[in-house]
């Protein structure tokens, strides 16, 4: 069973900052390429972040977003500084299996995910 498991979501002022974690297994780290998709309320999912020898970033959360990995605890993270109000909606972890996809695009073009998590909640408010 294929684990991705989203956390750190949550309410965030304007200009504030949060970091959404994803939790998985060694398996998923290894043989998988790791990324953070957007659902807009109303809107379709997009790849904001995926992990690879080059990471990819939207251009929404360029200079502003960080993803990282953290091998020992077999997490996956995505730091968000500078939140406006593009970023509101539900934050999926997903994988991509590494031999078919590469991160950029497993953040850009249909049909590159194999799994995906439940979501974490974003919501930005004054």
């Known amino acids: 069973q294929v684990r991705l498991v989203e956390s750190g979501g949550g309410l965030v002022q304007p200009g504030g900052s949060l970091r959404l974690s994803c939790a998985t297994s060694?398996?998923?780290?290894?043989?998988?390429?790791i990324g953070w998709f957007r659902q807009a309320p109303g809107g379709e999912r997009e790849g904001i972040s995926c992990?690879?020898?080059?990471?990819y970033y939207a251009q929404s959360g360029k200079g502003r977003f960080t993803i990282s990995r953290d091998w020992a605890k077999n997490m996956v993270y995505l730091q968000m500084n500078s939140m406006n109000s593009e970023a509101p909606g539900v934050y999926f972890c997903?994988?991509?299996?590494?031999?078919?996809?590469?991160?950029?695009?497993?953040?850009?073009?249909?049909?590159?995910?194999?799994?995906w998590g439940q979501g974490t909640q974003v919501t930005v408010s004054s």
């Open positions: 992990l690879g020898s080059n990471n």
């Open positions: 997903a994988a991509g299996i590494k031999w078919i996809t590469n991160s950029e695009a497993m953040c850009t073009k249909d049909g590159q995910v194999s799994y």
């Open positions: 060694e398996d998923i780290l290894t043989n998988y390429v």
